[in-house]
């Protein structure tokens, strides 16, 4: 466990930015220097989003005129979950499972 105390407010959220049109998208990414995931989708509607990675109080900064910002996750809860389901023991302390010799590349 980790000695930093945990808050909530500090979580990486994953959000949908969406803006009317290419431009827009380009200089509210530009403005915020903000992380991205994935490359930019075209809406039905001719809107373009695209993923990014931000926590509560970057959020703001991301609302504007002509952009829809949408939560989609938690990128922190979602990485502790997975931390949670790795052991915590050393698989390698049983004497018969700690690797020894030479390997040999095997063919078929």
Do not use: C, W
């Not at 220097?33 to 509607?45: C, F, I, L, M």
């Not at 695209?50 to 989609?72: F, N, S």
Request: aromatic share 2%; glycine share 10%.
């Amino acid at each position: 466990m980790s000695a930093v105390p945990y808050d909530p407010h500090d979580d990486i959220l994953r959000l949908r930015v969406t803006a009317k049109d290419p431009q827009t998208l380009r200089a509210l990414l530009r403005d915020t220097r903000s992380d991205t995931g994935g490359r930019p989708h075209v809406e039905a509607d001719g809107r373009i989003g695209i993923d990014v990675y931000a926590t509560a109080a970057q959020v703001p900064a991301l609302e504007r005129e002509g952009v829809t910002v949408t939560r989609t996750g938690n990128a922190s809860e979602a990485g502790r979950a997975a931390q949670a389901e790795v052991g915590s023991g050393d698989r390698f302390a049983p004497a018969d499972a700690v690797p020894h010799g030479l390997a040999a590349k095997l063919t078929g």
